[in-house]
């Protein structure tokens, strides 16, 4: 069973950082493409980020140059690294692995002064 677990979200002021946490267990992530999503209220579930096995990335157009995905193959673990937040990157954010059907409660981050 694939279980996904993201943390690292918090309340953030414009302009600042955080970086967020993937942790899996039934799977492997560096044998898969991986992705973050965000959600914000209201609003359709977003593509931000893809890691290949490969370690290519890819980014939307609403978060390149700010956004950095990464991948620890020894811990399993996929991270998210956000800077020059904005108050339109408030959202739910969720990782996921492409072809697989597992989805983890997700992290809140807010930008907000």
């Known amino acids: 069973q694939v279980q996904l677990v993201e943390s690292g979200g918090g309340l953030v002021q414009p302009g600042g950082s955080l970086r967020l946490s993937c942790a899996a267990s039934?799977?492997?992530?560096?044998?898969?493409?991986s992705d973050w999503y965000r959600q914000a209220p209201g609003k359709q579930r977003e593509l931000v980020a893809s890691?290949?096995?490969?370690?290519?990335?890819t980014f939307s157009e609403s978060v390149k140059g700010r956004f950095t995905v990464s991948r620890d193959n020894a811990k399993n673990t996929l991270y998210l690294q956000m800077n020059a937040l904005q108050p339109e990157d408030t959202a739910v954010y969720s990782c996921?692995?492409?072809?697989?059907?597992?989805w983890g409660q997700g992290t809140q981050v807010i930008v907000s002064s």
């Open positions: 039934g799977i492997i992530f560096r044998f898969y493409l």
């Open positions: 996921a692995v492409t072809g697989i059907d597992a």
């Open positions: 890691i290949t096995s490969g370690g290519s990335t």
